[in-house]
Each structure stands twice: as C-alpha cells, then as structure tokens.
C-alpha cells in the first residue's frame, strides 16, 4: 500500500491557458489522464465532465484527484472517454482539441509541470483518430494563484457571497411550418464575470417552444455583470425535435438591464448549420475579439 498524495490538474483548451480555440475544439465527454512517475504508473484518473460544464472551447478546468507517490512524474496519459447519460452515437462532437495538462501538489504545490499536447484526442473506436496521447514534461513552472480556473474553483467560503439576480429568458420560436420543438432546452447565459451553468428550461401547464409563440422562464443567478453571449441548445429528444428559433430576449430583472439575442435559425441535425446549439450574441454588439474565456472569435449567423 502506498500513501496517497493530493493533486491538482488544469486541462486547457486554449493557447493561453487551454481546451484549444480550434473550432469544435470542446467535448461533451469526460477526460481522462495517467500519470508516469520514477516508481510506477497510475491507474487511470477519470475528470468528469459533470454536466457538460467543462471542457468548453478555449477555456481552463481545474480538477482535485489523488494519486499514489509516484516520485518525479516523467509522462502523462491524456485520453477521452463516454461521458454517463452521453448517447455517443448521436452526439456529434466526438473529439476535443487539447492544447495542455498542468499537474501540481496540492495545496501548497509551488511548481506545476506543464504537458504541452496541441492534438486532437478522440472517442475510442472513431476511425483515423487517437482516442489517448502519451506526454512527456515540456517544462516546469511556478503555480499561477490567479488563475482563471483557479480563481473559479476556490472554495465558497474564501469568496465573498455572491450578489444574486433574477434572469427573466423569453424565447420566441419563429413563425415557420413545423418550427415548434418537443425536445428539452437548455441555456447558458455568458457575463463579464462569469457564466451561468447549463439551465433547464423548463414549465409547466402549457406546451412549450411551440411556432410563433413566446415561452419565459425566470432563473435565479449569481449576477453575471453585463451578457455578452448566450448558447441555446436543446437535445434532439421528442417526435418534433427539429426547432427554429427567432430570438431570445433576457432581462436582468434585478438591474434592470435587457439583452435581445436574434437568432432566426433552425437548431436541427439536418438543418441550418446541422448542430444542436446557436452561440447568439446581443443585438448590436461590434466584434471586439474575445471578451472572456469560452467566446468566440467573433460572431457567425452561418445557415
């Protein structure tokens, strides 16, 4: 028996932090790593992708795992894996584009080795693809306390309790034959000062994203600052799933502060830009580059 040792590990998707900022460089899935020391290998550590949340597009996700003591870490493993409740047939984003893994003791780690992958990692099974890569150490650095992903995983009570708002989010389906939707909705609300999470919506007593029809939800939120983009999705589910969104309408009901997203485009597998998600920006916002972690380079209305 070895004595376990706590680990922190911050997996990017961006140049500068890091899942890459190559398109559809996110995944749905789960990630996995193993660690290669002087004395041995690890067993396979699973960082979950709980929600969905993590491993969006250019953005850092900071993970707590332990390990047995392995002496100097010499090569990490860095693998994808099925995320529970994913059905991986039917998702279509199968692949994550990973720029790099930092590992670090924690707490009290000064020095956290960087593993630099800039490759695209795979499902197991997808043909012409690695689903796993092996990574030796490309260089060693001091610990950055001030992190993005660190800053966003500190503990609540070394925080200030954060300022809630009520969003009230309407959202209008166009006016076009068979528009409507019967598959389950979900919206992420991005501010200056962070995001929302994916939020269910969901109501009750009447049918919900019919055509031509306006359908509010009220969220209550940590206040995000000012709304720079919003991603709308829904997950294929029900005999209508196919949907056309016209814009989404979100009022800070707390400040006072109100944010329409025109969409005017078919979220649907076969239609439109065939995804199951719109990144919608406010009306009128000028392209100003990326405005935090996780935007776009710019906006696209493509069909």
């Known amino acids: 028996y070895s004595a376990l040792i706590p680990l922190e590990a911050v997996v990017s998707t961006q140049s500068t932090g890091s899942v890459s900022n190559k398109k559809d460089s996110g995944t749905n899935h789960d990630i996995w790593v193993s660690l290669e020391g002087k004395s041995g290998t690890s067993e396979k550590l699973q960082l979950k992708n709980n929600a969905g949340r993590f491993f969006n597009k250019a953005t850092s996700d900071l993970f707590f795992f ?56 795979s499902l197991p099974g997808t043909p012409g693809r690695k689903s796993y890569r092996k990574l030796g150490v490309t260089s060693s650095q001091p610990v950055n306390p001030d992190h993005p992903a660190r800053i966003r995983s500190a ?67 940590a206040d995000l600052g000012k709304l720079v983009k919003i991603r709308i999705e829904h997950d294929n589910s029900g005999l209508g799933a196919s949907w056309c969104l016209d814009h989404v309408i979100v009022t800070n009901v707390t400040a006072g502060d109100k944010y329409t997203f025109p969409c005017n485009q078919w979220i649907d597998k076969k239609k439109g830009n065939k995804e199951l998600f719109r990144v919608l920006w406010p009306e009128g916002r000028k392209v100003e580059g990326s405005e935090l972690p996780g935007s776009e380079e710019q906006p696209t209305q493509e069909e």
């Open 66 to 121: 332990e390990c047995e003591d392995l002496g100097a870490i010499t090569h990490l493993r860095v693998g994808l894996s099925p995320r529970e409740g994913v059905d991986a047939e039917k998702d279509g984003i199968k692949q994550c584009h990973l720029h790099q893994v930092t590992v670090n003791r924690s707490p009290g780690g000064e020095t956290e080795q960087v593993f630099v992958c800039n490759h695209w990692l």
């Open 155 to 221: 503990p609540a009570a070394s925080l200030p309790a954060p300022s809630l708002a009520t969003y009230r989010v309407e959202v209008k389906t166009a006016d076009k034959f068979a528009a409507g939707t019967d598959a389950n909705v979900s919206v992420t609300l991005y501010g200056k000062t962070g995001d929302s999470g994916k939020q269910a919506l969901v109501g009750s007593g009447k049918n919900l994203f019919e055509r031509n029809e306006l359908s509010s939800f009220d969220l209550e939120l």
